[in-house]
DNA sequence: ATTACTAGCTTCCGAGTAC
DNA sequence: TGTACTCGGAAGCTAGTAA
């Protein structure tokens, strides 16, 4: 939408940083030039250029000029930067995964059903999970690649314990969606124990997932891990 | 600071858009170089560019390629944006005045001390002004103007009023400063009467300005009028 | 359908310099 | 000191087109 140059956004700023928006300030195209980067001479073209557009006005002042930010330049700037922030703040912070669901529900049910993550499930999760995790295999190299870098956002973190025999590692939980909203309150895990394997993905949910959603092993899934702001409790290494 | 190209911010903005933060997206040349404003074969130099800056990674999906802004790709855009956003709002809102003062105490005086404005300056500015007004006489054109704009921004503003015999016109008032601070709490006023002179400005405060700063008639002054939202409990034609 | 090369045009910039 | 002109070169863009 916005009318304005890309190559003129630095030297409105500039301006308006100076106070250009209610006084005439004096400035001259040396200075001008040196902040944006540009020559003397870039920034007298750009001065020329702004006020035939309309969006500056100058009055000579002894031998300088004395420069003003009209409304219409304003409005262009403002409109220019809100749109550009609407943007980059609309930018979906999801991370999306598919691949087949396999059987697996050995041993993480196992894990998660130990009193130590129960309580942090319930805590900070908000629900105990369906005993037992849903496996997916990844095949497509950049979901795998997608999934090694997982842990690295901020996460519901649940601490490791022990319980005299030995000790349990922390696990991550990062909140997810299955097959386009099926279902929302799903979770993705993240063991500290489980560097081994970048091509799974281990999710759980407060209800069986595949009754819940009507899959079965070998079916393929969509997972959706979501990485807004809800997550992060706590962050950790 | 920032080292991307001004060209480039849109593209970034748009595949960020898209969700390329997270996800490895399949963005055809075609639809971004619509969706940048600029052809195909320019979108397609962008992603070159980019790709071989850091910014973004790409991957071969069949015939059309999927691409993720990388982290660097990313802080580097935040970081134009967050030193846009700064500049944009550490912008001192502020407009100058310079003029010499002028013997004017007779009229606005008796004006002020009305009961129906006394009240409101007590209520809305937060103290009675010191009977009198200082007048002070504009002669660069540039400060002229701005006097002849001043009243079109948000102001604090006070209602006309009725004594039954003869109605009372609504004021205006704008915090204001007076040379560089040596008073703070100053007020500028813009009357509905006076459209008549825009090279007078009228200023008051709680004492009397000229024995609070040490200045008399014909003395240069300076008046800064304090245009941020601190003004605007009502907002008027 | 896609990406991206080439050629040619336009825009942008910097150096030199007039005023 | 200032601004801003001309001019040559660099950068950016588009159209055409190859792959």
New binding site residues.
């Given amino acids: 939408m916005p009318e304005i ?4 956004i630095l030297t409105m700023v500039q301006l308006l940083s100076k106070g250009a928006r209610h006084n005439f300030v ?8 040196r902040n944006i ?13 702004l006020e035939m557009a309309g969006y500056i006005e ?1 009055v000579r002042r002894g ?3 004395a420069v003003r930010v009209t409304d219409k330049g304003n409005t262009e700037i403002q409109s220019l930067f809100a749109s550009l922030k609407s943007a980059l703040e609309s930018a979906p912070a999801a991370i999306d995964f598919e691949g087949s669901v396999v059987s697996g529900m050995g041993e993480g049910a196992y894990y998660m059903s130990l009193e130590g993550y129960k309580k942090q499930f319930l805590e900070k999760l908000g629900y105990e999970p369906y005993p037992g995790t849903l496996n997916v295999r990844l095949t497509d190299p950049v979901y795998m690649n997608a999934r090694r870098e997982l842990g690295r956002h901020p996460s519901i973190f649940l601490e490791g314990f022990s319980d005299g025999t030995r000790t349990y590692g922390w696990v991550k939980c990062y909140r997810a969606s299955i097959n386009d909203g099926a279902m929302e309150n799903a979770a993705v895990l993240v063991l500290e124990r489980t560097h081994y394997d970048d091509s799974m993905l281990e999710v759980i949910a407060p209800v069986s997932i595949k009754d819940a959603v009507g899959i079965k092993n070998g079916d393929r899934i969509k997972v959706q891990v979501r990485i807004d702001n809800n997550n992060s409790p706590h962050q950790m290494p």
């Avoid at 140059?5 to 003129?8: A, G």
């Fill in positions: 140059k890309l190559q003129h004096e400035v001259t195209t040396a200075d001008l030039g980067g540009r020559s003397q001479q870039a920034a007298s073209k750009h001065l020329l250029d100058r031998q300088k000029f």
